[in-house]
């Protein structure tokens, strides 16, 4: 079975910097997606980035971005200019992509709780 | 715009009295999914429904049930809430796999928040 751990409950970021979210991962697969999503006190689920195990480029949305390690299976977020709007939970999620049917859950990490300080 | 869409937003129950969650897209999603999330947790899927089969997870509770009726709906039923239920309650969706695609990312509606008195 996967797993996805996120070793950092909480972190925070002044206005105008950057961080860095950590996420490790266990799988014994090859073919496989990997996800960020944020999730602001509304609880709503957004997407934030995703990358393709198979993709060798690290995915970027604007100032969001990856750095995709598949032999060290870690796939961490990095957040630039941060605004106040980015403080949210943030999950780290794994998708199998081998299988359709079984492959269709989402593991997801425990999350990592971001504060934003103007 | 298409999307996920969950009815009511806030839903308040009796202890043991049955009660039934919505959930309708607007994307043409052939696979809808039903999450649990307890506070602070991250999301756990109950099951969900690839087409009209239907997908359950090994550890949902029998209390908790699932129906599709079309493409466009899907049901939560939990039969007799139990306290431990109160719950954010997450619909999801996604497409299907066909020929020459990959189906990946799930697109959240914005959530149900169950309160059992």
């Known amino acids: 079975a996967q797993t996805v751990t996120q070793s950092q409950p909480e972190m925070s970021v002044q206005e105008a910097e950057t961080v860095t979210l950590s996420c490790t991962y266990d799988?014994?697969?090859?073919?496989?997606?990997l996800f960020w999503y944020k999730q602001p006190p509304s609880r709503q689920m957004i997407l934030v980035i995703r990358q393709e195990a198979y993709k060798q480029q690290n995915a970027t949305e604007n100032r969001f971005s990856v750095n995709f390690q598949k032999a060290a299976k870690s796939f961490s977020l990095k957040i630039s200019d941060s605004q106040l709007g980015d403080a949210a939970m943030y999950f780290c999620a794994y998708r199998s992509a081998e299988k359709e049917t079984s492959g269709s859950r989402l593991t997801f990490g425990e999350g990592t709780q971001l504060t934003v300080n103007p | 715009d298409a999307m996920v869409i969950q009815n009511p937003r806030y839903q308040v129950t009796q202890f043991g009295k049955p009660v039934t969650l919505s959930c309708s897209q607007t994307l043409n999603h052939n696979v809808m999914y039903w999450y649990q999330q307890k506070s602070s947790q991250a999301p756990k899927l109950l099951f969900h429904y690839y087409d009209k089969d239907f997908n359950n997870e090994a550890d949902t509770p029998d209390n908790f049930q699932s129906r599709r009726p079309n493409t466009s709906f899907c049901f939560l039923d939990i039969r007799s809430p139990g306290l431990g239920d109160a719950a954010m309650y997450l619909c999801?969706?996604?497409?299907?796999?066909?020929?020459?695609?990959?189906?990946?990312?799930?697109?959240f509606g914005p959530g149900t928040r169950l309160t059992v008195l």
């Open positions: 799988t014994s697969e090859s073919d496989y997606y």
């Open positions: 999801a969706t996604s497409r299907k796999r066909t020929s020459g695609t990959r189906t990946d990312t799930q697109y």
